[in-house]
């Protein structure tokens, strides 16, 4: 900048501080709260950085912190481009503490910001700007804090580190001047009205357009962690006007920040995530619904004061409609009077009569390209009928500033402020789709979570260290505030008893649209290969450093659990029940049972693929090796062959994430093709890619196929049919670390009449309108191919009369275990056993009459006998 237009005015009584610009009625004054209220979120003007070190009280905005570029962005007002004015104006002072604050201490104005990816949310959370204002020692500052730094700055006002008690306040102006360029005039004075000193500097007219903040910003360099984590400034009377100001009402977020809701069975679970509010807040929120033109309360919630959640159950709900709802709140206002603030949606009616229900579905939520607005729009392109997060919804590092394990109350928020940016960024889609959202193992600050039946983990020197020991480390109540603000909107849990320290479950299923989904939890049991494994494989984070030369056969062993028994009799008892007209089984967890995934033949076992290793590449690469990473639900292999073995019971689809490698497969468990297909969709974006060149070409695939397809063995010789894979390749796009990385999404569409389901993993940078999906997709399947398994046997061909599409149970009476059980399109089966011998069938309707026929012998064709069964009649 051009030194030579600093103006510093000494310490002058004499001289009036002219604060005049617009007049009062063009002045937007930001009073965050009413004086008696404290809490960390400000209110729904504001967004900080980082929740967990601010708060309001006394009515000031208050720092919490002495660490590096903190700050509050104003959501509702920007800068615009354009000719005009600006105009900012706060009162602000230094909070009292035993510590004086280090002289490299700064706070004031942030003007001009702008994110990477041009939305005011990304604005919010990381936008970068010009900042101006003044430092712990009274110099005034714009840009960097000195001129060696590129910035303008003054002498010190307060050479001795004693900050008026009373505050300052700090002016800002930028005028502009006949070549289009600006003064950036930056005033301070007492509350006084005297100028206390005085700053300009010329800046571009494009330099002011943007985001609006309240900063505040360490040099930690030298300050220790308990230095850093002492209060410093306070703000108050935030007010901002100027011709070039525009506003912006409808981007404030909260307090009700977004919703979440199922409809299952006639039932309504819905829930409505808060802010972290004060004890003086409304505690409750109301839930309304739109009847024959009116507003009628339907419900009221508690806030839960971790979770910070409001969930309401409403049973026979009138899901043959479309239902306008409201969930409202009454905040106080500056003047303590409360103001109903409200969020509406819409609850779709349940399609049960709807020829296709789409679903979208979505994992591995990093935060670049946030707040992914290119990607929101395309999936509702697709009009999905219902939202899948199959997990790592959120990342320890999403929003920046690292996470916090504890204390227990600021680890919450650190969590939350995390969370609310999931509902930012999928909030417009959520308050109108039903959607479900589990937690995966960065959801509770996991980089791998082996839950090993909910224990705490043991000791270690290192976070690897302690995860390798199984179970969670962050204290129990944390982790089922996390599971409570993502899952609590679900049907409960088909078994609610929790486990281990008290930690909550949420397997379940609901029915929606006809098709019963099932949600397990993949992690919550499973055991940690390093505690059952041998010692000399070395095995740290999932990944045998020691190498052994026959995988399949160093990593088995039957003492390790994977989904757990409880899950394991869920799946048979779902599998079977096809209640309340399902028509379609659709499975959905964390992760595949399978590991698709290859690395060199010298990388280490955890590597990150260089971004030079991804491409360059064939599909076919001889020097890859297939990998064997036990995060996947490739492995304990015995637990992963009792979870396919009870799923393609109910020819179920599977539909998960977490690989960060989109595929899809058919599963095999003593064959290829003996069980279901498996839909595993890329990440929403992509720290970590994975990619899939085996090292021989797949066995069993088309003639014009990608080598890389076919059959084969996973590293845990698990047998595996690969469709397609999306790898990662070069897009040409900016930023190459997010599109060149295969980020996106899955969509799979059901079809009722025909019983199929076409299933396809999407670019996130291609428009569905006009583009297509990964090469590979889609892959069209039937619903009968989801247990394809060779038979041994035929039973009588069932011919049904007095009712359409009845269900079909098979129980082998030698074992007294169910075959199968499927609701057939149409009135004729020939049902298929894999062992001759005596069978009991029953057929007819979960919901209404069922007939049994014990001591059905089979045969060797399907057309050697007809039982005839009738009903009403």
Known sequence: MNTSRLIFLALCGAIALAWAGCGPADRAAFHAAHPAVERPWIGPEYWSNPLQDWRIREGRIESLTRRENRNVALLVREVAEGKGDVHMRVRLGVIASDTPLPDSGRAGFRIGARGAFHDYRDTA???????????????????????????????????????????????????????????????????????????????????????????????????????????????????????????????????????????????????????????????????????????????????????????????????????????????????????????????????????????????????????????????????????????????????????????????????????????????????????????????????????????????????????????????????????????????????????????????????????SFGIIEDRKWKDSPKMVLPAYLDIENGWAENRPTNPPEALRTPNADLLGQRQLDFLEHWAADWSHGAWMKFLMSQTIFVNVATLPQAAPSDVVVPRLEIFDVSEYAPNDRIVQDMDSNGWPKHGRDAAIRAIRKGFAFHLAGDQHLGSTIRYGVDAWGDAGYALCVPSVANFYPRRWYPPVAGANRPEDAPKNTGDFLDGFGNHMTVLAVSNPYETGMEPRNLYDRAPGYGIVRLNREARTLNIANWPRHVDPEDGAPYPGWPIAIGQMDNYDREAAAWLPQIQVRGMEDPVVQVIDEASGEIVYTLRIAGATFSPKVFAAGSYTLRVGDPDGAMQTFTGVRSAASPDASVLDIVFGG
């Open 125 to 515: 959370l990381r936008g970068s700007g010009l900042d101006a204002g003044v430092t712990a020692l009274g110099g005034l500052f714009i840009g960097g804090s000195s001129e060696t730094a590129g910035g303008v700055s003054s002498p010190a006002l307060f050479p001795d580190g004693v900050f008026p008690e009373e505050g300052v306040f700090l002016d800002m102006r930028a005028i502009e001047q006949e070549d289009g360029r600006y003064t950036l005039r930056l005033r301070l004075g007492n509350p006084d009205g005297e100028v206390l000193g005085s700053i300009e500097a010329p800046v571009d007219a494009d330099a002011l357009t943007g985001g609006l903040a309240l900063v505040v910003d360490f040099d930690t360099a030298g300050l220790s962690g308990e230095d850093t984590n002492r209060p410093s400034f306070w703000f108050e009377d935030w007010q901002v006007n100027g011709t070039r100001v525009r506003a912006y009402p409808e981007r404030a977020f909260g307090p009700v920040l977004f919703a979440m809701h199922t409809l299952s069975r006639g039932t309504l679970s819905m829930t409505a995530q808060m802010p972290p509010l004060s004890e003086d807040d409304a505690q409750e929120v109301r839930l309304t619904v739109r009847n024959r033109g009116q507003w009628e309360e339907v419900g009221r919630a508690p806030i839960d004061p971790m979770a910070r959640t409001a969930t309401f159950s409403v049973a026979d709900w009138p899901d043959s409609l479309d239902v306008s709802y409201r969930l409202a709140y009454d905040l106080a206002s500056a003047a303590g009077q409360p103001v109903e603030h409200i969020l509406e949606g819409t609850v779709r009616r349940d399609p049960v009569d709807q020829e296709e229900i789409v679903v979208a579905g979505f994992t591995g939520n990093n935060d670049l390209g946030f707040p992914h607005a290119d990607l929101v729009r395309r999936v509702a392109w697709h009009d999905p009928d219902i939202l899948l997060f199959t997990g790592d919804n959120i990342y320890e590092s999403i929003g920046g500033y690292g996470y916090v394990e504890g204390p227990l109350d600021v680890a919450m928020l650190d969590y939350l402020r995390k969370w609310y940016l999931f509902g930012w960024e999928y909030g417009e889609l959520t308050k109108d789709i039903p959607t479900v959202a589990i937690p995966d193992d960065h959801d509770v600050y996991h980089g791998n979570v082996w839950g090993a039946g909910g224990k705490a983990t043991g000791p270690g020197a290192t976070k690897k260290e302690r995860q390798d020991t199984g179970g969670y480390f962050m204290p129990p109540s944390w982790v089922n505030a996390v599971q409570r603000t993502q899952t609590a909107h679900l049907p409960p849990p088909y078994d609610p008893a929790p486990v281990e320290q008290g930690i909550g479950v949420y397997y379940t299923d609901l029915v929606y649209g006809g098709v």
